[in-house]
């Protein structure tokens, strides 16, 4: 699995990429977007002439006054307007209705004068109130500085980096178990139980983990309680085979003689048959390849079969292969076995091509799909008579694990076996 399609690398994308917009998003509202400041200042700044000018009619304290500027983070100045005009900076704005000076580095804020007129001139306020301000008259501080918003955007954006991380953390540990229980049913899928998945907690992972765990180790002891029965089995089918091997040597030369020492050679090898089938199929058979030409393997299987040359009609060729020289010869063995079995007419015949191996003979269709003789124990196109089933299952497992194909096709009364030597790419 490529590492692009690995959960964990997704996730860390996917952490990456949100940690880098929210940043980025947060970056662009601090230093871009200044309106939106701008607002909220002219905002807070009408908020604080308004409470000045309406504490006034309400005949307000100083101190009070300052209560209710607090929301703002605005306060009265203490010093006079024409002072903070004289001797403080100001700040060029465009369309705004206040002026900003800065004065001993505080922020003093101004009230224009507004700029519309009236076609008629009403009665003058302060003729009828004498605590009416005018807004040009109104001075007082901000206390809001732009490094304070800038220190809270700062420390929210540090929040929320904070969060992502805690949780990105939070989902890796929970996921590494995951990583690690695939790299070892990785082990496992290779023929290897020397696995260990048992983890501690008490989530969906954890679970499954040491539940694999726990099959392992029940597949552990059933293969140590196979490997023991094959040892028993072995071992007691070779004691007879090999006493009977030594009774036949002591029999008069004859044809009962040759009787016996033919079926228990035929024994002798149908037991190391079965060995080798135990190892391929539990995955423990390392392949001793070599370069071979096919006619010699054919040689080794007809005297594997132990027939007459003369019962096969071989079209020879120099065509060489890279193979386990005794595991082949047993493929190759089983499919003449069954081609001079279910002979019907003739002989059967074995071509030997460039690109693969041709083995053909006369004979009734088979009943089920060929698939279904593939599988071990099949007895139906070996009879219970004459074998155990295993013969091309047998086949095409050595077949596969040399990198070969094995193809099978009924055409007009002939069944015809064909091993590919080359595989075609797709």
Request: glycine share 4%.
């Amino acid at each position: 699995m490529s590492k692009k399609n690995s959960i964990l690398f997704q996730i860390t994308l996917f952490f990456i990429t949100i940690f880098l917009v929210i940043n980025l998003i947060v970056l662009i509202q601090l230093f871009i977007n200044d309106n939106s400041n701008d607002m909220m200042n002219m905002k807070r700044y009408f908020q604080s002439v308004r409470i000045i000018k309406d504490s006034k009619h309400e005949n307000l304290t100083k101190k009070q006054i300052e209560e209710k500027l607090k929301v703002y983070y605005t306060q009265l100045a203490n010093i006079d307007l024409d002072t903070v005009k004289k001797y403080g900076q100001k700040q060029k704005l465009t369309d705004h209705p206040i002026d900003i000076y800065i004065y001993k580095d505080k922020k003093y804020i101004n009230p224009k004068k507004p700029k519309f007129i009236p076609k008629f001139e009403p009665p003058k306020p302060e003729k009828f109130d004498k605590n009416f301000v005018k807004d040009e008259d109104i001075l007082f501080i901000d206390n809001l500085k732009d490094s304070y918003i800038i220190t809270f955007w700062f420390g929210i954006l540090f929040i929320i980096d904070l969060l992502l991380v805690w949780f990105y953390y939070f989902l890796y540990k929970k996921l590494i178990p995951l990583h690690n229980l695939k790299k070892e049913i990785e082990k496992f899928s290779k023929g290897s139980l020397d696995i260990n998945t048992q983890i501690k907690g008490k989530d969906e992972i954890a679970q499954v983990s040491n539940e694999f765990n726990n099959a392992i180790k029940k597949i552990k002891d059933l293969d140590d309680s196979r490997k023991l029965f094959l040892r028993n089995i072995l071992h007691e089918l070779k004691t007879p085979i090999t006493k009977g091997k030594l009774v036949s040597d002591t029999l008069e030369n004859g044809k009962k003689k040759n009787v016996l020492q033919r079926a228990f050679i035929r024994l002798e090898f149908l037991l190391e048959e079965f060995v080798k089938l135990e190892q391929l199929t539990s995955g423990k058979m390392n392949l001793v390849k070599k370069e071979y030409r096919v006619i010699d393997l054919l040689d080794q299987s007809l005297d594997l079969l132990l027939i007459d040359r003369l019962k096969v009609d071989i079209y020879p060729n120099g065509t060489k292969v890279l193979v386990d020289f005794e595991l082949f010869s047993i493929a190759l063995k089983n499919l003449i076995d069954n081609s001079t079995r279910y002979n019907t007419n003739g002989n059967p015949e074995i071509f030997i091509k460039e690109d693969c191996l041709i083995i053909k003979n006369q004979g009734d269709a088979l009943k089920k799909p060929f698939e279904e003789y593939l599988k071990p124990f099949n007895r139906e196109y070996e009879s219970i008579d004459k074998g155990l089933g295993l013969g091309l299952y047998i086949t095409n497992s050595v077949i596969e694990s040399h990198g070969f194909k094995l193809y099978y096709q009924f055409s007009k009364g002939y069944h015809i076996f064909k091993i590919q030597f080359v595989i075609p790419k797709d």
